[in-house]
């Protein structure tokens, strides 16, 4: 996939000043977070993990990996979202605020991830690196949503991951990480790792199936509103794989799930034609295309296990 050139949208006068000035991208502060919240609700599924990540720890928070900024418009009002940091994210309708979001991210550390639906990384990254740059890795995804769980014959280990299934997890963590950028985050930064595991673990935000010790499945809630839970981390032990296990796990977790929320959603790489298989058959249906920029060789995954 290659990024296409983007038409130059003249986004008028853009300040990090006063909320006064047209499209302003300001941080965010507490006391703000019923506002943004109200503001991520309009669509739930493309802002689950911001909207997650605020209400657990707060617009402020080390947590967060990144800090919080608004896009506002002349009269104060909030026209986007972002999240910039080690994953930088962005919600806004508005070419302005894209604009806005980009030329602030230029003046910050660089993260390691960005991503988000396809035409707006796209237009991001343009203004990002004015088209001198080619990012490092870039991963087309698709997003799907389940709406109702298939049917499926429940699995009776299936259950939530404790404090001593950790290093079970981490490890199989790691494994999908490597797969997916390279890089072995049990390397590069063995403890946080091993700190956001624990603490989703401790969320009950881990579910595990596992007998003789040994991990046949599993599956992380990277993100959880009331409108919507956000799944990552989906493994099947390779010598249970096309056995309907997967099928049957992922079903099972559905149920229990959408008793507390509206709709459950996730990522498939975009190539991964027998992974979409699987999740058509669970019932999962395409949303929109979503692009994933790596920015360094340092990377150490996406959102999820990050």
């Given at each position: 996939?290659a990024?296409?050139?983007?038409?130059?949208?003249?986004?008028?006068?853009?300040?990090?000043g006063?909320i006064?000035?047209?499209?302003c991208a300001?941080?965010?502060?507490?006391?703000e977070?019923?506002?943004?919240?109200?503001?991520?609700?309009?669509r739930p599924?493309?802002t689950?993990?911001m909207?997650?990540l605020?209400?657990?720890?707060?617009?402020?928070?080390d947590?967060?990996?990144?800090?919080?900024?608004?896009?506002?418009n002349?009269?104060?009002e909030?026209?986007?979202v972002?999240?910039?940091?080690?994953?930088?994210l962005?919600e806004?309708?508005?070419?302005?605020?894209?604009?806005?979001?980009?030329?602030l991210?230029?003046h910050?550390?660089?993260?390691h991830?960005?991503?988000?639906?396809?035409h707006?990384?796209?237009?991001?990254w343009?203004?990002?690196?004015?088209?001198?740059?080619?990012p490092?890795?870039?991963c087309?995804e698709?997003?799907?949503?389940?709406?109702?769980?298939?049917?499926?014959?429940?699995i009776?280990?299936?259950r939530?991951?404790?404090?001593?299934?950790?290093?079970?997890?981490?490890?199989?963590?790691?494994?999908?990480?490597?797969?997916?950028?390279?890089i072995n985050?049990?390397?590069?930064?063995?403890?946080?790792?091993?700190?956001?595991?624990?603490?989703r673990?401790?969320?009950?935000?881990?579910?595990?199936?596992?007998?003789n010790q040994q991990?046949?499945?599993?599956t992380?809630?990277?993100a959880?509103?009331?409108?919507?839970?956000?799944?990552?981390?989906?493994?099947?032990?390779?010598?249970?794989?096309?056995?309907?296990y997967g099928?049957?796990?992922?079903?099972?977790?559905?149920?229990?799930?959408?008793?507390r929320t509206?709709?459950i959603?996730?990522?498939?790489?975009?190539?991964?034609?027998g992974?979409?298989?699987?999740?058509?058959?669970?019932?999962?249906e395409?949303?929109?295309?979503?692009?994933?920029?790596?920015l360094?060789?340092?990377?150490?995954?996406?959102?999820s296990?990050?």
């Open positions: 996939m990024f296409t050139t983007q038409q130059e949208i003249s986004p008028g006068s853009i300040s990090f006063s006064r000035e047209p499209h300001l941080p965010l502060t507490a006391g977070e019923g506002e943004v919240l109200t503001f991520l609700a309009v599924l493309h689950v993990f909207a997650s605020i209400r657990d720890n707060g617009i402020i928070s947590l967060n990996r990144g800090s919080f900024y608004g896009c506002r002349k009269n104060g909030l026209k986007g972002a999240l910039l940091g080690h994953a930088t962005i806004t309708e508005s070419a302005h605020c894209i604009k806005a979001f980009a030329d991210a230029k910050r550390a660089p993260g991830l960005i991503r988000g639906e396809q707006k990384i796209e237009s991001f343009n203004y990002f690196t004015a088209g001198n740059q080619k490092r890795l870039l087309g698709l997003l799907l949503q389940l709406k109702a769980p298939s049917l499926a014959a429940p009776a280990g299936l939530l991951a404790t404090d001593a299934d950790l290093e079970t997890v981490v490890n199989v963590n790691a494994s999908l990480v490597c797969d997916e950028s390279g985050p049990l390397l590069r930064d063995p403890q946080g790792f091993r700190e956001r595991a624990a603490r673990i401790r969320k009950g935000r881990v579910w595990v199936w596992i007998e991990l046949l499945y599993k992380d809630i990277v959880d509103t009331p409108e919507t839970i956000y799944l990552e981390g989906v493994y099947v032990h390779p010598e249970h794989r096309k056995q309907g099928l049957r796990c992922i079903s099972q977790l559905a149920v229990a799930l959408l008793n509206k709709t959603c996730l990522t498939v790489n975009e190539k991964a034609a992974t979409q298989r699987f999740y058509k058959r669970a019932g999962y395409f949303v929109s295309r979503y692009d994933s920029i790596y360094d060789s340092q990377t150490e995954s996406s959102i296990v990050a």
